[in-house]
């Protein structure tokens, strides 16, 4: 096919996927091209941290968990189309209770998401697996936090009942700590 160029924008129901045919076998492998998403337009919500918040299609969410108390926070039933954002508000040196992500009912995260983790002091990542639909952060008790002042976590739906999971967390050489495991 030919190169195309647009002069207006390109939309698209159901996302955009980037395919990559494999040069050796010729196989194609398909791939939803995410990242985080255009805010622009979204509603900011200052969202105070209690042990249960819920995250709301449309709304950046900045949060004040701490690490002192752990805090669940609940996705809204994943339909094409929706868009969550949680934004740390405070850095996560004030204990090690968790910050547990759920998605809704038999919701799930797209199988083999990605998400750094620090658990070991080093860069790794945690790999989803099919069903699983929680995500759980375990902060260290320290200023060395992976998940720390204006870290992005976005949850977008491209199908429905399967988020996509985009980040943008501490990359100082500092935050070494806290770790993000993919749970059922």
């Given at each position: 096919m030919a190169n195309t160029t647009f002069t207006g924008p390109v939309r698209s129901q159901n996302g955009f996927e980037v395919a990559v045919k494999n040069n050796v076998?010729?196989?194609?492998?398909?791939?939803?091209?995410?990242?985080?998403?255009?805010?622009?337009?979204m509603t900011y919500a200052?969202?105070?941290?209690?042990s249960n918040i819920s995250l709301a299609d449309g709304i950046v969410s900045v949060v004040n968990y701490t690490g002192a108390a752990a805090c669940a926070a609940a996705l809204p039933a994943?339909?094409?189309?929706?868009?969550?954002?949680?934004?740390?508000a405070k850095d996560t040196a004030g204990g090690t209770a968790?910050?547990?992500?759920?998605?809704?009912?038999?919701?799930?995260?797209?199988?083999?998401?990605?998400?750094e983790s620090r658990a070991a002091a080093e860069v790794a990542f945690d790999k989803s697996v099919a069903g699983e639909g929680q995500l759980v952060f375990t902060p260290a008790d320290a200023a060395?936090?992976?998940l720390t002042t204006g870290s992005m976590i976005a949850f977008q739906c491209f199908e429905d009942g399967v988020w996509t999971i985009s980040t943008k967390l501490g990359g100082a050489a500092d935050a070494t700590t806290g770790a993000f495991a993919f749970a059922a």
């Amino acid at each position: 096919m030919a190169n195309t160029t647009f002069t207006g924008p390109v939309r698209s129901q159901n996302g955009f996927e980037v395919a990559v045919k494999n040069n050796v076998t010729g196989a194609f492998v398909t791939r939803q091209a995410a990242g985080l998403p255009d805010i622009t337009g979204m509603t900011y919500a200052d969202t105070a941290t209690a042990s249960n918040i819920s995250l709301a299609d449309g709304i950046v969410s900045v949060v004040n968990y701490t690490g002192a108390a752990a805090c669940a926070a609940a996705l809204p039933a994943a339909f094409s189309g929706l868009i969550c954002v949680y934004v740390q508000a405070k850095d996560t040196a004030g204990g090690t209770a968790t910050l547990t992500f759920n998605a809704n009912g038999t919701d799930a995260w797209a199988t083999g998401s990605l998400i750094e983790s620090r658990a070991a002091a080093e860069v790794a990542f945690d790999k989803s697996v099919a069903g699983e639909g929680q995500l759980v952060f375990t902060p260290a008790d320290a200023a060395t936090n992976l998940l720390t002042t204006g870290s992005m976590i976005a949850f977008q739906c491209f199908e429905d009942g399967v988020w996509t999971i985009s980040t943008k967390l501490g990359g100082a050489a500092d935050a070494t700590t806290g770790a993000f495991a993919f749970a059922a």
